[in-house]
C-alpha cells in the first residue's frame, strides 16, 4: 500500500490549497485516514482526521479554515486549506489506517509529505 500526498505549493497568507492523498495498493478496507504536519524544528502535529464513515476531526488551529473530505470511490482523500497563515508553513504527511484482508489486522501507513509554505 502506498500513500501519495499532493498538492503543495507556496502561496501568499491568506490564500488556498487544497492537498490530496491517493492510496494505492491491494486493500480490504481503507479506514480513518489523517493529515499531520510537522513545522522546521516542531513536532508532528495533527491537523485533521476523517473516519471511513465521514466522521472528522480538527486541530483547534485550522477549525473554521481547513477541511478534510475523502472520496472512498477514488482512495482519496483531501485537505482543502483557506484562509492560510503563516503558520500553516510545514511539511504535510498523511496517513491511514488499513486492513489488508478480511478479519485481518489495521495497519497503519504514512505517505511522504508535501511542503506548503505560507508568505506574509
Known amino acids: 500500500v502506498q500513500l501519495q500526498a499532493s498538492g503543495g505549493g507556496l502561496v501568499q497568507a491568506g490564500g488556498s490549497l487544497r492537498l490530496s492523498c491517493a492510496a494505492s495498493?491491494?486493500?480490504?478496507?481503507?479506514?480513518?485516514i489523517g493529515w499531520y504536519r510537522q513545522a522546521p524544528g516542531k513536532q508532528r502535529e495533527l491537523v485533521a482526521t476523517i473516519s471511513s464513515g465521514g466522521s472528522t476531526n480538527y486541530a483547534d488551529s485550522v477549525k473554521g479554515r481547513f477541511t478534510i473530505s475523502r472520496d472512498n470511490a477514488k482512495n482519496t482523500v483531501y485537505l482543502q486549506m483557506n484562509s492560510l497563515k503563516v503558520e500553516d508553513t510545514a511539511v504535510y504527511y498523511c496517513n491511514a489506517r488499513v486492513q489488508l484482508r478480511e478479519f485481518g489486522p489495521e495497519f497503519l501507513y504514512w505517505g511522504r509529505g508535501t511542503l506548503v509554505t505560507v508568505s506574509s
Open positions: 495498493g491491494s486493500t480490504f478496507s481503507i479506514g480513518t
